[in-house]
């Protein structure tokens, strides 16, 4: 199969979040007068997942998800805070700087060269316009696509169908969907019907209702991978 569109992921795919959440929270929990522990920032970590992953069901807004996330942390860990007022100062801090996946930025300067390359996030659109501004790596996507300009969240119908009517000479078949999450991009790429490769950099297991056409560990891997199908 020769592809020539591919939908990249930005968080965990090109860009390694997780350090930049940490280093986000640390800061902000700093600020609101909160421990920066292990154990905390763990904790918001995976109240976080478990906000965005609802938000991907359609189970709750964008703004819910974002003051939720942090509303259950402080009543988790008995503190009373203003949710929104450090909802906003996070979002602030995570708009700052970039930090790559190792070959990542390597891996995305070659593929430009031979692949039409298109970026489809959820991420907010201020923390991700912030971050892609200091990684200066938009010029090498021929769009840009954030859930929260397109009015649609991956893994929707809708955000993909959004997606393809402004990329010309658009061809499912030729389309393949880069990512690290089988919620939102492998889930997306089925609900899309387009082929989807996995990023699985922590060797997760596989889930019988999502379909993965191909797996690697890092984007790296992904010209190799092209060049042999």
Partial sequence: MSYRFLLLDLDETIFDFKRAEEIAVTKTFQEAGIAPTAENIALYSRINIAQWERLERGEIS???????????????????TDAAAVSE???????????????????????HQKYRLFLVSNGTADVQAGRLKSA???????????????????????????AFAEIPGF????????????????????????????????HKPRRADIHIDYEIESLAQLEALLDSL
Avoid at 138 to 144: D, H, K, V
């Fill in 171 to 202: 061809s499912r078949e030729q389309a393949l969907i880069v990512g690290d999450s089988l919620t939102s991009d492998m889930r997306g790429g089925n609900n899309a019907s387009i082929a989807t490769c996995w990023v699985n950099r922590e």
């Fill in 62 to 80: 964008r703004e819910e998800c974002k003051l939720f996330r942090f509303s259950i942390l402080f009543e988790t860990l008995g503190v009373r």
């Fill in 136 to 162: 200066g790596i938009a010029p090498l996507f021929e769009r840009i696509f954030i859930s929260e300009k397109l009015g649609a969240e991956k893994p929707s119908v809708e955000f993909f169908r959004r």
């Fill in 89 to 111: 100062a996070y979002q602030r801090h995570l708009a700052v700087g970039h930090y790559y996946l190792p070959g990542a930025q390597e891996a995305l300067q070659s593929l």
